[in-house]
């Protein structure tokens, strides 16, 4: 099955500053890798998505980007203000075979004032 | 907007005792999910279901069970709650006929489950 890495686990930046949060993932099929943010005392949501045919998304601040040879993608979030402080997972999934997401461990960003 | 609702934020229990765990959706999403939260371990899958009166076992489904008689509800059961019980229990809902993403997971606001 698949196999979702999710690397450091705490990220700390000044606000202001560019954080990048990556993962690898295993099984070369997965297709859909949605990233999701999980603020204090509530439920994971998704911020954005990606799917194997573009290798960049943009929404604002935030980006992703999928490298299929390397069986990575990563997150990308601009000019950290102090409320994108949180728990941010990202997974993955062969969108053809199932609706099974496999979610990394998630990462603790912070973002000092 | 999708909404997923859990029947509670904050639950305690004795061990031993049967406990349910009650999830709605109200975006007529056909596939449900039932997760776990602990800290250093993510997101883990405990059951889920893709229809009514339908279920699969997903990644950890030991110690627990699911109902699923309405397509807007599904419950998980847990039999005889045991202390490594404890968790933070997540649900979640996708719709693959629906008009955005396919796999796209919206998830409730959690119940944190004690068991003593």
């Known amino acids: 099955g698949e196999n979702v890495e999710q690397h450091p686990s705490t990220l700390s930046v000044q606000e202001g500053d560019s954080a990048v949060i990556k993962c690898t993932y295993s099984d070369s099929a997965s297709n859909y890798f949605p990233w999701y943010k999980q603020e204090l005392g509530k439920g994971p949501q998704l911020i954005i998505d990606i799917r194997s045919n573009v290798g960049e998304k943009k929404d604002q601040r935030i980006a992703v980007t999928l490298n299929k040879t390397a069986k990575h993608f990563s997150l990308h979030i601009t000019e950290t203000q102090p409320e994108d402080s949180a728990v941010y997972f990202c997974a993955a999934v062969n969108s053809g075979a199932n609706s099974k997401l496999t979610f990394g461990k998630g990462i603790t960003l912070s973002v000092r004032p | 907007d999708v909404k997923v609702t859990q029947s509670s934020r904050y639950l305690v229990k004795r061990t031993g005792e049967k406990v349910f765990l009650e999830c709605v959706q109200d975006m007529d999403h056909e596939n449900m999910f039932w997760y776990r939260q602990d800290p250093g371990l993510g997101l883990r899958l405990i059951y889920f279901?893709?229809?009514?009166?339908?279920?699969e076992k997903g990644d950890i489904p030991e110690g627990y069970s699911v109902s699923r008689e309405k397509k807007e509800r599904f419950s998980l059961i847990l039999e005889s709650a045991s202390t490594n019980q404890t968790s933070m229990y997540l649900c979640?809902?996708?719709?693959?006929?629906?008009?955005?993403?396919?796999?796209?997971?919206?998830f409730g606001p959690g119940t944190r489950l004690t068991v003593l």
């Open positions: 979640a809902s996708s719709s693959p006929s629906a008009g955005g993403p396919r796999d796209t997971q919206y």
């Open positions: 279901s893709y229809d009514v009166k339908m279920k």
